[in-house]
């Protein structure tokens, strides 16, 4: 067991700090990164050109050091051989808070590991600043950040998840966002979702409605720029259970009426609404 005691015990070991940055609007930074960011000895930014820009900006001249993931394992020995030499350190990323979809968390997992003292400052972040502002539940939510390209893989990956209760927050391309609905539409039904697209900038916008008709607005109007997700979780009151026996039996009449067998109508409407195969096969035979 490790207890760290942030500002009461002194070490001789320097802190990992990490610095949330903003996510769009440069207002957002805060008076206490700003400071931090000025004194510490080393600043290990994902993009120094990105971070640089910000340092620029509030007059910040602390020296960077290039950390992303594709140096990271490189760079974190030494990075924890300089906070072990009683130097600071500030960890950033492009945007938002560390750790979250960048190398942070590797850093923080070799500094822990080393007793070395690790803060976090709060701040930006896109999913939780979306979330609240989405109307869907806020709490129980789950994070899952970018979802797998491929779209065999995006369907497991729904499959697993199509029965968790907790509202579930996504970030993606604007190129792959009518794909990615497509796929969670085919999964999840036709659950409320948002998607919320430059989150704090000029063309800010939420889109709030059911996923049929978010892709229905997004094929006249392709999303541009940061894109991110909202979809509600699963619900047992939002399934058949609590819709009338008559529209559970409207349901299977309109298959039957397409051409489907009966047994194959009451199967389908059953599976799709969560609504137990042979009651709804009982109601039905009562009736016709």
């Known amino acids: 067991m490790q207890v760290q005691k942030s500002f009461k015990d002194k070490t001789a070991y320097g802190t990992l700090y990490l610095v949330p ?3 769009g609007n440069l207002s957002d930074m805060t008076y206490r990164s700003v400071e931090t960011l000025k004194t510490v000895d080393l600043i290990a930014a994902e993009d120094t050109r990105n971070t640089g820009l910000l340092l620029k900006h509030f007059n910040i001249s602390t020296r960077q050091l290039s950390f992303h993931e594709h ?13 072990k030499e009683g130097k600071s350190l500030a960890q950033v990323s492009d945007a938002g808070m560390p750790s979250i979809s960048d190398p942070g968390h590797d850093l923080v997992k070799a500094a822990v590991a080393e007793s070395i003292p690790v803060v976090a400052l709060p701040g ?10 989405s109307g869907l539940a806020p709490q129980p939510h789950i994070f899952y950040g970018f979802l797998p390209r491929k779209s065999g893989q995006q369907r497991s ?3 697993e998840k199509k029965y968790y209760p907790e509202t579930q927050i996504f970030y993606e391309s604007p190129y792959r966002v009518k794909d990615t609905l497509t796929n969670m ?14 989150l704090t900038k000029l063309y800010e916008e939420y889109q709030r409605g059911h996923l049929t008709e978010l892709l229905a607005y997004i094929v006249e109007n392709p999303p541009k720029g940061e894109c991110l997700f909202i979809v509600s979780g699963y619900e047992e009151k939002e399934q058949s259970k ?17 051409g489907s067998k009966p047994n194959q109508a009451i199967k389908k409407v059953a599976k799709d609404n969560g609504f137990n195969r042979q009651e709804l096969y009982q109601l039905y035979h009562e009736l016709y």
């Not at 140096?71 to 906070?83: H, Q, R």
């Open 21 to 23: 940055t903003p996510i």
């Open 71 to 83: 140096n990271a394992f490189e760079k974190i020995p030494d990075l924890i051989s300089w906070l």
């Open 124 to 133: 930006a972040s896109a999913g939780i600043t979306a979330l609240i502002a």
């Open 157 to 159: 990956f729904f499959e």
């Open 185 to 198: 539409l085919a999964i999840y039904g036709d659950r409320q979702a948002v998607l919320v697209r430059e």
């Open 242 to 258: 609590e819709l009338s026996e008559q529209e559970l039996l409207r349901q299977v009449q309109h298959l039957i009426d397409q």
